[in-house]
């Protein structure tokens, strides 16, 4: 079959669109998993940190920390992993603060998002990109 | 086999391109310190070795890693390479086989392991050969506890190997390359500096010509292993020096060896060498 | 019970009245995530530590809820207070049904 230029310009670009409709699906997951732990209701910014590196040494391993004043639980999601949900911190009468570190698996590069319920039954939101990269000959 | 002249062109430009990579946030090696648990300070930079002319300082593979690793080798309990130790801990006190002995039944605590991590590999005069840490290790369980070997690669093996390197932390590697060790480390060095494979490259080609330069996203390393078994993010579990090896060979598209053949016994002695003055870290957290 | 799973917790020995500490927890858990597949194509099924919870004395510190995404060898660190001397129990749940625990105990001055 003969393909002219154009055809394959425009096939090319359905390959595209087509390659990227997966990330488009975990993104639908993670709005799920944001909307569970919220109910729905509205974020504000601010009064949580949330600590990752930019650039993931490993994506199997990634160092990740978050923290609340006042807050009654905080959610991990990794937006762009094919399960979003990371974990969820619920802090009890003998938290010492409202924060925690833990390890991370990150399926590529992605937003990781936390969200901190506080105690007056509000949320607050933080997000930062995490790159992850493909070794050079690490194996 | 012949090769035509434009396929070793793109062969060298391909090479050429893949190590001087993406020399990003240049390659500084930082100038943090170790110092473990806020106790133990780690020699992780030194001059190198006289018989060493590729290298002015050697370095640490600590130093080529994000900070965010490094963060996790600082703390004992923030590395996760001590979960292997303390299984180490564990079999070192269990007695078994016919024998009923413990490694503690004859090597009492395992504190008396303080400095041989040091030295190994090294010429066994019994045995006429070099023997690593892994042979006494098996030698030990095949003639005294009379007990099945460990495979050499295997989980139990490297962890005994990590906590026996714990007791030597700190203190600097110091293996003899002279006498009955001088064909072995010969044997060593040529490999180090031999080409192989289909992407023709040598230990040297990365990490003595190209180290600190990046190859793809991974940081290139000196490849020291002194901080051997390491902790690696990338398998979330303690690998060994053969181990090691083996991989860093097949990934240069080149047929690799045995754990525990005379190849790499001979590339141990030589790398190690490479690294002699710097600390012995293990277990090590790299990526 | 998944074999092998051992605890590694670190506490400090004493502490002052109403101080906060650092608690790190490690065990050892491959964590299997449920992403991946076997030689043949099949998905190999999810076994986690899906619950970590701290206390002390009784009362709660912590509670995490844990999913196929945490690394393996689960790794947690958080802040305490520490009303009086007592126990510190840290505890996790397996999928398949095991429970892990630990204990340190506090001298408070």
Known sequence: ?139 | MKISNLHRFVQIAVTASVVSGVASIANAQDNDSLVLNGEIEMVTRTAAPAYIDGLDEVISGWHFRSDETQALQMDDFDNSGMLGVDAGQEAWDTVQGPEQKSCASCHGDVSSMEGVRTVMPKYNEEAADLWTLEDYINNCRTERQNVEAWGYTSGPMTNMAALIAVQSRGMPMNVAIDGPAAPFWEQGREMYYTRTGVLELSCASCHEQSAGLHIRADHLSQGQINGFPAYRLKNAKLNGIHARFKGCVRDTKAETYKPGGPEFHALELYVASRGNGLSVEGPSVRN | MASGVKPRVKVPKTAAAGEVITIKTLISHKMESGQRKDSDGNIIPQSIINTFTCDFNGQNVINVELHGAISTNPYFQFEATVPESGEFTFTWQDDDGSTYTDSKSIAVS
Do not use: H, W
Not at chain 1, 46 to 61: D, R, V
Not at chain 1, 96 to 105: D, E, N, P, V
């Open chain 1, 1 to 139: 079959m003969n393909f002219t230029r154009r055809d394959a310009l425009v096939i090319g670009a359905g390959a595209v669109t087509a390659a990227m409709l997966p990330i488009k699906a975990f993104a639908s997951l993670a709005d799920d998993a944001e909307a569970a732990f919220t109910g729905g209701a509205a974020t504000s910014d601010g009064g949580i940190e949330l600590t990752a590196p930019e650039i993931a040494e490993n994506g199997n391993t990634v160092p990740v920390g978050v923290s609340a004043p006042g807050a009654v639980s905080i959610i991990i999601i990794a937006a762009g992993n094919p399960n979003p949900d990371v974990c969820t911190f619920n802090f009890g009468p003998l938290a010492g603060s409202q924060s925690a570190s833990t390890r991370m698996r990150l399926s590529g590069t992605q937003d990781v998002v936390a969200i901190a319920k506080m105690a007056d039954g509000s949320f607050v939101r933080a997000a930062s990109t995490v790159k992850v990269t493909i070794g050079g000959c690490g194996g």
